[in-house]
């Protein structure tokens, strides 16, 4: 069974600085795609950024410049290391993966995903 686990929430001040881990332990496929989502309270997930087998990265408008998508394949861990943070930023972020049949030009939206983490909350204050 495919398990994701995230780590590395937290609180921080406007402007700081945090990096999220998701621990995947899915069989690599020839096409997986791993993804970072958030959901602010009263709002709908929504995707962030998402990577692929080829290190291809794609990116939500509002995080592009900020935040960065990686993976370690070694250690199958998934980062998204997140700069400039800002209020709205602050929501609970989750770890997504699909391990075969996921269209990376539909990275960002949540139906391509089977399997996802728990969370981690992130809250930025002003």
């Known amino acids: 069974q495919v398990q994701l686990e995230e780590s590395g929430g937290g609180s921080v001040q406007s402007g700081g600085s945090l990096r999220l881990n998701c621990v995947h332990s899915?069989?690599?496929?020839?096409?997986?795609?791993l993804a970072w989502f958030r959901q602010a309270p009263g709002k709908e997930r929504e995707g962030v950024a998402a990577f692929d087998l080829h290190g291809g990265t794609h990116y939500a408008q509002s995080v592009k410049g900020r935040f960065t998508i990686s993976e370690d394949n070694a250690k199958s861990l998934l980062y998204l290391q997140m700069n400039g943070l800002k209020p709205e930023d602050t929501a609970m972020y989750y770890c997504?993966?699909?391990?075969?049949?996921?269209?990376?030009?539909?990275?960002?939206?949540?139906?391509?995903?089977?399997?996802w983490g728990q969370g981690t909350q992130v809250t930025v204050s002003s």
């Open positions: 997504a993966a699909d391990y075969g049949g996921a269209r990376f030009n539909h990275a960002l939206e949540e139906s391509e995903y089977s399997y």
């Open positions: 899915g069989k690599r496929t020839t096409s997986y795609v």
